[in-house]
């Protein structure tokens, strides 16, 4: 989609997984959590009701298909989906595997410890993972991934 341009800050604390027809998938640069962002690659869209009906739908699904997926690939007790932007305004969604124990449960994820970055190993082993699971739509990014420590 002409014109996109992946915020900054996400373009700093994620890993680029790839692009479905509507968002690009982004996977956040803290091992403590699975979590996926997913960002709809429609230039200046900060609400989700800036979208058209069908990129509406397309998110909804895009999100969904992420969640059932991620659920059970890592066994989550509850997954967390969620829209807020109120630090990086660009349009995007938050879909994080929660289990009940983990560093912050009960409570929402952000502000929450410090963020452990994922070794490369790591990275590479969750990009394996998720690539055996989202083989519907998911398409390669030919960007290379940022925030990933060696």
Not at 35 to 55: C, N
Not at 58 to 65: D, G, I, R, V
Not at 75 to 96: E, T, Y
Not at 111 to 127: F, K, M, W
Request: proline fraction near 5%; include cysteine; aromatic fraction near 8%.
């Amino acid at each position: 989609m002409s014109g996109f341009q992946l915020d900054q800050r996400l373009a700093g604390d994620c890993i680029v997984i790839g692009d479905f027809p509507l968002s690009r998938m982004l996977l956040m640069n803290d091992s403590r959590y699975p979590w996926i962002i997913l960002v709809p690659r429609v230039p200046g869209a900060e609400e989700v009701f800036q979208l058209t009906d069908s990129d509406q739908h397309q998110l909804l699904k895009e999100s969904s298909y992420v969640a059932e997926k991620l659920k059970d690939v890592f066994s989550a007790d509850k997954m967390n989906v969620a829209a807020l932007g109120n630090i990086v305004r660009q349009l995007h969604m938050h879909i994080v595997v929660r289990r009940s124990g983990d560093d912050a449960w009960p409570g929402p994820v952000w502000g929450q410890g410090e963020r452990v970055p994922y070794s490369a190993e790591q990275a590479a082993q969750v990009q394996q993972r998720l690539a055996t699971v989202f083989t519907t739509w998911l398409k390669p990014v030919d960007e290379e991934f940022s925030g990933v420590e060696s």
